[in-house]
Structures are given as C-alpha cells and as structure tokens.
C-alpha cells in the first residue's frame, strides 16, 4: 500500500475497506504499520480488527491462525 492509503484524512481507505464490507467478503492486511503510526491510525486498526471483515496483522502466520477462526 502507497503512503496515501495510510493518510486517513484522505477517506481512501474506509472507502476501499467498504466494499469489501458489502460483498462480504474478509481482507487480512498484511505489514508493518509503525512508519505510518498515528492516533487516528491506531484507533482505525483497533476498531477494524474489532469486527469481522478486515483485519491488520503483522505477519501471514498471525492472519491465517486468525483467519481461521472467524465464524
């Protein structure tokens, strides 16, 4: 993801994130966000990986043990 993705202000990523919201389908976001940490940021992460479509993960293996158990 570009430098513009993580720019919250820019309303880019909620609007990407909502369409996979509206198929239903699940998103693992893969990556190191620190570079990119704000407070809106962190809120943003916590509040997705509180629900059921999207999620931010550090590595592949923390997404697939996760992923795994989403009912």
């Known amino acids: 993801m570009t430098e513009h993705f993580f720019q919250l202000n820019t309303k880019l990523p ?3 994130l909502h369409k ?4 239903h389908l699940n998103l693992p976001i893969l ?6 940490n704000t407070n809106t940021l962190t809120h943003f992460i916590y509040h ?3 629900r059921n479509h999207f999620f931010f993960f550090k590595n592949k ?3 697939l043990q996760n992923l795994h158990n989403i009912t």
């Open 14 to 16: 909620p609007q990407i």
């Open 20 to 23: 996979y919201v509206n198929y």
């Open 31 to 36: 990556g190191h966000f620190h570079p990119h």
């Open 48 to 50: 997705s990986n509180n």
């Open 61 to 63: 293996q923390q997404a």
